[in-house]
């Protein structure tokens, strides 16, 4: 065992003593102090851009539950004003982009990355690894190209995805040039991200299963592909997890981006999941975020049973999704007090004995 963090080490696919274990929006509504927070800052646009809030929020979680991985607080959106494209957060709405990019003219409002207009997040990066030091990974995280190009294209969130699908067709190369400056533009943040202390940066393609397979190889994939190439170049000891919002289509094509870890959502079966994939790959994932609302013993016997398919190497235990508003505390509680408690030595054994007992 090494120095790195617990997750660092599964995400290598190094042996561990038990799988570490963080949720995706471990930080959020669901927590009343983070409430109580947002009611005295009501923007969350100044809630994830000021330093102060965003390692204030980023910390609560850890605060409460010592979770194996401290991710930061911030948006897939973020970055997007610091290579030229301005956007809102409106509280009906959400995400409010006014000049939709959809022509060739509109390319040129675009421009390379300004890493100075996102010191806020590179500041709060280094105070969190201070704070947190080796007791859990600092996690980073990005859009992936074609998720960010999708809120760029149709002008903030959308059902269909009817206009950039139909951008597909009718303006290929408007759309390849959005893509590559993106992919530029996203390789450089998560470099940046590393070198302000994450020890590790998940890609968000939270929309890359509204595509067909076919179609997230041609525009989704390419371009994950060159910021990996590129990652790993600069930061080759930095892991990088991957994940799809309904990515049972499409993991196998996700292995080829050569990311280190999968995450996989709640619509994949971990068995099946870690059969396809293989062992030389570490996987994420992924408890249903329902499960958290069902009674304790029953959440005691998923993370088991998770954890026992997705077997004991290379495996970082998650939810299959983000937490659910009104989940609650006590049960995220419970999840990582599980977590804690497993040892792979004794596991399997124990979990084989309490089956037999079942079926006695």
Known sequence: MGSDPLLVEAARGDPVSR????MMRQAGRYMAVYRKLAEKYPSFRERSETTDLIVEISLQPWEAFHPDG?????????????FGVPFDIEDVRGPVIHSPLRTEEHLKALHPIDLEKLQFVGES???????????????????????????IVEGGTTRTYTTIKSMCHTAPHVLRALLSHLTEAIAEYIVFQVESGAHCVQIFDSWGGQLPPDMWERWSKPYIDQIV???????????LVLYINGNGGFLERMKG???????????????????????????QGNVDPAYLFSSLPALTDEIHRVVKCAGPRGHILNLGHGVLVGTPEEAVAHFFDVARSLKFDTFPEDHAKKESQLVV
């Open 257 to 283: 981006t050569g990311v280190d870890v999968i995450g996989l959502d709640w619509t994949v079966d971990m068995a099946d999941g870690r059969k396809r994939l293989g062992s030389d790959i570490s996987i």
């Open 229 to 239: 190439s590129i990652v790993k170049k600069k930061c080759p000891k930095t892991p």
């Open 70 to 82: 401290v991710i930061i607080f911030s948006d897939i959106l973020t970055p997007l004003p610091a």
């Open 19 to 22: 799988p570490p274990a963080w």
């Open 125 to 151: 990066l280094r105070i969190l690894r201070q704070e947190v030091g080796d007791r859990a990974a600092v996690l980073g995280f990005v859009g992936a190209p074609w998720t960010i190009a999708t809120y």
